[in-house]
């Protein structure tokens, strides 16, 4: 079973992470990160480097497709041509296309939503009915025929746990989820928009929009750190 990860310049990283690490507990699979090109991937914060380690090209036909969301660069991913292409070219053979947080938006760019039922971060809420989806407020994790949305980031575990299950059984996501302890005991109930408290959701809100308006910090991770990322990377490729 090939599973694509998307990644990009941008991204939220625990919207791809926590999936990978469910899905790694799988005895049998194959993990791709993919973009337009193989090197590194810097993360929203600016610090952060993930490696796509195939392109596009490379994964015509993956079995599973998650793409995650991103706390400012959403819109630009959104118009971006060569993942809106190669996502409706994979779609009709996959066993599931799914998202994480605003991830949900992408496919929805990608003209995947449309008509289905759909979840994803409570700020993007608004932009799915835009696009002919049909919103679901308060679920985790939705599904729609072979279209998975979750929620914020930590939504992905959740939806990784259920696509196991859907693919490999109970007892495998069970074991995933013993695997990696996943037994979420939250010290506050403030992970809904729902239930935080007013003041909590202001400053909230007020910071996801700094985060929209403030460019990305790129330029905070030296380039001699990108170079090296991506011989490590080629190297890797090279030994598979």
Not at 4 to 25: H, K, Q, R, S, W
Not at 43 to 62: I, K, M, Y
Not at 127 to 132: E, H, N, S, V
Request: charged share 20%; with cysteine; net charge neutral.
């Amino acid at each position: 079973m090939q599973i694509a990860f998307v990644v990009y310049p941008g991204m939220t990283v625990l919207d791809a992470i926590g999936p990978y690490e469910v899905f790694n507990c799988l005895p049998s699979r194959e993990l791709r990160f993919v973009w337009k090109k193989v090197g590194p991937v810097v993360a929203d914060s600016g610090r952060l480097v993930l490696g796509a380690t195939h392109t596009f090209e490379e994964t015509p036909q993956p079995d599973l497709v998650i793409v995650p969301g991103s706390t400012a660069d959403t819109p630009t991913v959104m118009a971006d041509g060569a993942l809106l292409e190669w996502l409706r070219a994979v779609h009709p053979n996959t066993r599931f296309t799914t998202s994480v947080c605003s991830g949900a938006m992408i496919l929805a760019a990608a003209g995947l939503l449309e008509g289905h039922r759909a979840t994803t971060h409570w700020a993007a809420m608004p932009m799915l009915q835009r696009f002919g989806a049909q919103a679901e407020r308060d679920e985790r994790v939705v599904q729609s025929g072979k279209i998975w949305t979750a929620a914020g980031v930590s939504a992905g575990i959740d939806l990784a746990l259920r696509l196991v299950e859907a693919l490999e059984g109970q007892d495998e996501a069970e074991i995933a989820q013993l695997l990696i302890e996943y037994d979420p005991q939250p010290p506050f109930d403030a992970g809904h928009l729902s239930r935080a408290r007013p003041e909590i959701r202001k400053v909230a809100q007020r910071r996801l929009a700094a985060a929209g308006t403030n460019p990305r910090a790129l330029l905070s991770v030296p380039t001699i750190l990108l170079r090296r990322w991506s011989q490590t990377l080629f190297r890797t490729r090279r030994r598979g």
